[in-house]
C-alpha cells in the first residue's frame, strides 16, 4: 500500500536525520535529540504497520512502551551529560574523550 | 497538470516578477515584483495542485503534510547550528509526527505524543541546554569533512533500507476500508468522544485482549501486556530515581576549562 | 711321638711364632690411637711377640730334636764333657755324624734335655730314619687352584728351616728391645729432625715410635713366613712383602729426601731381580706344573710330586739324556712315575731366573747399589733387615732350591759372588760412614756365601749365613750404639777414641770384627784351639772353593778372590774398629759429649757377642754344622761329577777333607792360607790406623785415580743412572709432551669445539628462534598499538561506525539474500 511505504519512507528518513545528527553535532544535548529522533522513527513504523498489517494493537502498545521508555532513557542521558558538564565546563562531546586508546 | 492560457499567462507574470525581483538594485522598488510574483505563483501552485490533485481525498493531504513537516523538521535538526533552533525544529516533527499517528488511527498514541514527548521530553531537553550553557555561548561547528562522510554515510543507509523495505511485500491491508482494526468492538460504534483505541488499548494493559478472536485457529493463545506494563513502570520509577540522583546538585568545579574533576 | 704327631706340633709351634708379628702389627699400628705416643705400649707389645715367637722356635727345635732323636745321636752334652784336645776330622756321611758332638749353643734347654741325651747316649746310635722324615710339609691354606697348578701357602719344615726361625727369632728380639733405647727420642709429640730444613729452621713432627715397632712386627711376619714356606710360590709372596717392609722401614723418616729415595732404590732394584724371579716361576711352572718344594710322604709323592722329587732321585742324581736333534733333554719324573723331559736350557733358565731375584735381594753384582743406600734407615732397621735377615733370604732361597740349580747354574752363582764379594771390599776400604762400611762389609759376606753355594759348600754358606747374622747385627748394633752416643755422628773421620766412653760397645765391637775377619788360634798347631764363629764358616768356604778349583782346573778365581777378600776384609773392619774407637779424638766436641748407652742397648750387644763368639762352636764338628747337614740336599755329601753338558764338577764332603799336600786336607791347606791373609790385613790396619805408622793419606796420594774410584763405588751409580735413568727420564719426557700436545689437544679441541657449537646454538637460538617470537610479538604488539588510535574516545565517530558497520552488515545479507 503506497500509504505504507509512504510512512515507511518517512520513518526511514526520520532515522537517517536522527543517525546524521548523533554522529555529526558536538553539542551533547544535540546528540540527544538524534537519539529521539531515531525512537520516533521506530514508532512511526509501529503505528504504520499496526494500521496497515495484521500486527493491530500490538503496535500500538509497543509503541506506548517505546515512548515511555524514551522518556526515561531522555532523562538518565541528561543527567549525565549534566555530570559530565558540572565536571568539564563544556557539553562538547569531543572533549569527552578520556576512554580513548 | 492543465496548460492553458491561464496557466501560461501565471507563468510569464511569475516569470516577469521573479526576473524584476533579481534585477531590480533598489531594494525598495523590489515590493511590486515580489508581489506579482508571490500573487501568481501562488495562484498558479494552488490552480494546479488543485487540478493534480483534484482526487485526492483530505486525509491523503493532511497526510502529505505532515510528512513533509516531520521530513523538514528531521532536516532542519540536522542542519542547525544553535541547539536551542534544533530544539525548535524537533518540536516541529515531533509534532508533525503526533499528527501522522491521529491520521493513522492512533488517537490515544498521538496525544501520547503529544503529551509525554513534546510537552515532557523537549521540555527536559532545552532544560539542558540550559543547564549546559557556558558563558560565551560558543557554537561548535563540525567541519566539513565530518558533513560529507555522515552525508555519503546516510545516504548509503537511507538507499538501503527503502530498498530492502519497499522490495517486501507486507501484506498491507487498508484496514480502515475493511475495517477498522482497533474497534473489533462491535457492540459500540465508532464514537470521537469514546476514543476507539482507548479502551482496548488499557483492555491490552490490564492482560485482556477483547480485540482478538481467541477461538480462531492460529491465534497466539492471549497476548497481554501487563507484564511489561508494570515492568516498565518500576523502570521508569528506577530510572527517574537514579536520573533524580545522578543529576543532584553538586560542588562545582571552579571556572577554568579543560579541568577534570570528580 | 708319631711322625704326624711331630709334624702337627712343630707346625703348630712354628705358625705361632710367625704369625704372632702380625698380630702385634695390627695391634701396634693403632697404638697411636689407643695410648699416647710417649708410651712404649708398642714396643713392649712388640718386643712379646717376637720374643714368643723365639720361644717357640727353640721349643720347636728341642723337639725336633729330642723326638728325632737328634740329640741323642749326637749327643753334644757328653762331647763338650769329654772334650777331645784335637777337634778331630771326621767326614761326615750321610748328613749323620757318627760321634756325639756337642755345642754350647743352646746352654739353657740343653741343661733340660742334657739328661734325656746322656740317657739315649747309652743306647748308641738310633738311626731312626725311616720313623721321622727330614723334611716335614703340608699345607695351610689353598689360594687358587688353576687346572693342576695349585696356589697354597703350607709349610716346609726341616732342621734348616728351625735354625732359621731361631736365629731370625733371637737376632730379632735383641734388636727390638736395642730399638726401644735407639728410637726413644721418638717419644715425643715434637720431634726435630736434623736432617730435614724447613724455611729457616728444622721439621717439627709427631713422634713415630710406635710405627717402627709396627713395621718392625710386620716384617718378622714377612720374614718367618719367607722361611717357613713350603713352595716357591709362597716364597715369592713373602719375597715382596719383605721387599715392602724394607721399604717402609728404609724410608722411616719420610721427609728426608734421602730417605725416601733411598726406600725407592732399595725397592725398585729388587723389583728388577723379581723380573727375572717371575721368569724362572714362569719356567717352573711351564716345564714342572707345580710350585711345591717336596712332598715327604711317599704315597702323596706318587700323586703330587714337588719340584726336587721330579727333577731328581733319591740320591740327587738329575738325568740327563741327550734327544734325537742332539740337544740335551732333563727327564722328569712325573706323577704315578709318568715321565716327561724338559730342555736343559730351560731348566738352566729357571735357575737362573730364580737367582735373578736372589741377586736382588742380597744386594749382589750387579743390583747391589740399593744396600748402601738403605743405611738412611734408622740402625736397628740396617742390623736387622740389611745384614741379618732380608738380604739373607736371598742366600737361604738359593739354599732351599738347590736341587733345583744345574752346574752351569751353580758356576754362575759362584761367580757373581765372587766378583761382588771383591768388589764391595775395596768400595768398604775407603768409606768413611760407619755404617756405609758395614754395608758393603754385607754385601761382601753376602757374595761369600753366594760363593759357596755355588762351589757346592751348601753347608758352608749357611753356615756363614748364621754366623754372619749374628756378628753382623752385632755390628751394626753396636755402631747403632756409637751413632746414639755421638749424637747422630756417623762419619767416622770425626769420631777416634771412643773406647774411654763407650767401652761395652767398644769390646762387644772388636768380638764382631774378628768374627768376621776370621782370626783364631788354630787347634792345629796349638794345645787348644780359639775361634769365633766366622772362622769356621770362612775356612769352610774357603776350603770347598780350593776343592772347586782342585775339580775344576779353569775356575782358579773362585780360590783367589775369596782369599783376597778375607784380607781386604780384615783390613778394613780393623781400620773401622781404629778408626773409631782407638787413638785420639778428631772432634773433641764429640768426644766430650760421647756416652755408653743405656743398658737397654748394651744387653742385646753382649747376649749377640755372645752366640757371636759359640754359635759355630767346633766348626765342622759343632752342633750346628750338624743341624744343618741333616738337611742337606741329598747327593751333596759325595758331590757330583762332570756331567753333559757343561762337564762341571761339584765338590762334595769328602773331596774337601781329602789330603792334598803331605798330611794336610784341602780344608788344612785352606785354612793356613786364609788365615794368613786375614792377619795380614789385621796387621796393616794397625799400622795404618792403630799404631798410625803408616800415613793413609799418602797412599791415597799415591792411587788417587784408584781412590777416587772406590770412593765413587765403582761408578755404578752413574752407569746405572746413564744407562736406565736417563733414557727413562727422556722417554717419559716424550710421552709427557705426546700427553700434553696430542692427547691434551685433542681434549682441548673436542672441549673447544663443544664450546662453539654451544655457542652458535646459543646464538641461533637468541637471534633466530626468539627472534621469529619476538617478532611476532612485536607485529602484534605495533597491531595493537595502531589500532589504539581508531579508538579514539570520540562519539561522533564511534556512531559513524556504528551506522557504517550496520549499513555494511544489512549489505552483506541483503547481497547474500540476493
Known sequence: MPELNFCILIGAVLFVSGVVCMATKRNAIGVLMGVELVLNAANLNFVAFARYTALGLDGQILSLFVIVLAAAEAAVALAIALNFYNNHLTIDVDRADDLHG | MATNFFFWLLLVVAIAGLAGLLLVRDASRRTPWLAAFLVSFGVLAVWQSAVMFKDTTASQVLFSLFGAAVCFGALGVVLSQNVVRMAFWLIVSLGSTSGLFFLLNADFVGAVQLLVYVGGTLVLLIFGVMLTASGPYVTMKTSPTEWVAAAVVSSLLLGLILVSAFGVDWQAVDYAEAGNTTTQDASAGSSVQEGTTLRPLGWALLGLRPDKDLQKPGEPSGVGYLLPFEIVSVHLLVVLIGAAYLARAKRRVDQTPGTTAL | MEPDQLKNWLSLLLTIAWLLPLGGFALEIFAGFWSTRLKKTAAYIAVGCIGAGFVCSLTALCSWGMHTGYWAEHDYLTKFFQETPLGGDHAPADGHAADGHHGSEHDAHHDEHSAHGAEHGAHGHEHDESKYPTVFAGRYYQLAEFGSLQLEIGYYIDSLTLVMFTMVTLIATCIHVFAIGYMSDELTEDYVDHFVHVGEGHLHRPGRFYRFF???????????????????????????????????????????????????????????????????????????????????????????????????????????????????????????????????????????????????????????????????????????????????????????????????????????????????????????????????????????????????????????????????????????????????????????????????????????????????????????????????????????????????????????????????????????????????????????????????????????????????????????????????????????????????????????????????????????????????????????????????ADVRRQVAGLHEFLVEKWRFDELYDAMFVKPVHVISGWIAALDRVVIDGFLHGTSKAAVDVSTWDRRFDEQVIDGLVNWVGDRTFRVGRSLRFVQTGRLRQYVMFIAGGLFGVLMLVYILTL
Not at chain 3, 721387599?243 to 732394584?269: D, H, P, Q
Not at chain 3, 722329587?309 to 704315578?336: F, K, N, Y
Not at chain 3, 758356576?411 to 765372587?418: D, E, L, Q, R, S
Not at chain 3, 785420639?584 to 755408653?596: G, T
Open chain 3, 214 to 696: 709396627a713395621f718392625l712386627s710386620l716384617f718378622s711376619f714377612s720374614m718367618l713366613g719367607l722361611v717357613i714356606a713350603g713352595n716357591v710360590f709362597m716364597v715369592f709372596i713373602f719375597w715382596e712383602l719383605v721387599g715392602i717392609c724394607s721399604y717402609l722401614l728404609i724410608g722411616f723418616y719420610t721427609e728426608r729426601k734421602s730417605a725416601s729415595t733411598a726406600a725407592n732404590k732399595a725397592f725398585i732394584v729388587n723389583r728388577v731381580g723379581d723380573f727375572g724371579f717371575l721368569i724362572g716361576l714362569m719356567i717352573l711352572w711351564t716345564s714342572f706344573g707345580t710350585f711345591a718344594f717336596s712332598e715327604p710322604s711317599a704315597e702323596k709323592a706318587a700323586e703330587n710330586p714337588g719340584l726336587f722329587q721330579m727333577l731328581r732321585d733319591d740320591h740327587g742324581q738329575m738325568t740327563v739324556e741327550i734327544a734325537d736333534d742332539g740337544s740335551h733333554q732333563v727327564v722328569l719324573t712325573g706323577p704315578e712315575g709318568t715321565h716327561k723331559t724338559i730342555p736343559y736350557y730351560l731348566l738352566v733358565a729357571a735357575g737362573i731366573g730364580i737367582f735373578c731375584g736372589c741377586v736382588g735381594k742380597s744386594a749382589q753384582f750387579p743390583l747391589q747399589t740399593w744396600l748402601p743406600d738403605a743405611m738412611e734407615g734408622p740402625t736397628p732397621v740396617s742390623a736387622l733387615v740389611h745384614s741379618a735377615t732380608m738380604v739373607a733370604a736371598g742366600v737361604y732361597l738359593v739354599g732351599r732350591f738347590y736341587p733345583m740349580f744345574t752346574p752351569e747354574v751353580l758356576v754362575t752363582i759362584a761367580y757373581i759372588g765372587a766378583i761382588t764379594l771383591f768388589m764391595a771390599a775395596t768400595i768398604a776400604v775407603v768409606a768413611t760412614d760407619i755404617k756405609r762400611v758395614l754395608a758393603y762389609s754385607t754385601i761382601s759376606q753376602l757374595g761369600y756365601m753366594m760363593l759357596s753355594l755355588g762351589v757346592g759348600g751348601w753347608v758352608a754358606g749357611l753356615l756363614h749365613l748364621i754366623t754372619h747374622a749374628f756378628f753382623k747385627s752385632l755390628m751394626f748394633l753396636c755402631s747403632g750404639s756409637v751413632i746414639h752416643g755421638c749424637h747422630h755422628e756417623q762419619e767416622m773421620p770425626k769420631m777416634g777414641g771412643l773406647r774411654k766412653k763407650m767401652p761395652i760397645t767398644a769390646y762387644t765391637m772388636l768380638i764382631g770384627v774378628i768374627a768376621i775377619t776370621g782370626l783364631a788360634i788354630p787347634g792345629t798347631y796349638f794345645g787348644f784351639q780359639f775361634a769365633m764363629s766366622g772362622y769356621h764358616s770362612k775356612d769352610a768356604i774357603v776350603a770347598t772353593s780350593l776343592a772347586y778349583w782342585g775339580l775344576n782346573d779353569q775356575h782358579v778365581l773362585l780360590f783367589i778372590l775369596p782369599l783376597a777378600g778375607a784380607g781386604i776384609t780384615a783390613f778394613y773392619m780393623f781400620r773401622l774398629w781404629f778408626y773409631t774407637f782407638a787413638g785420639e779424638p778428631r772432634d773433641q766436641h764429640i768426644h766430650d759429649h760421647a756416652h755408653e748407652s743405656p743398658a737397654v742397648m748394651w744387653v742385646p750387644l753382649v747376649i749377640l757377642s755372645f752366640f757371636a763368639i759359640f754359635c759355630a762352636y767346633d766348626g765342622e764338628q759343632g752342633p750346628l754344622w750338624g743341624l744343618l747337614v741333616h738337611s742337606e740336599p741329598a747327593g751333596m755329601d759325595h758331590g757330583f761329577d762332570p756331567a753333559a753338558p757343561g762337564q762341571i764338577a761339584v765338590p762334595g764332603h769328602h773331596h774337601v777333607h781329602e789330603k792334598m799336600s803331605g798330611d794336610a786336607t784341602v780344608h788344612d791347606v785352606a785354612g793356613r792360607y786364609a788365615l794368613a791373609v786375614a792377619i795380614a790385613g789385621a796387621i796393616l790396619a794397625y799400622l795404618f790406623y792403630g799404631a798410625r805408622l803408616l800415613n793413609p
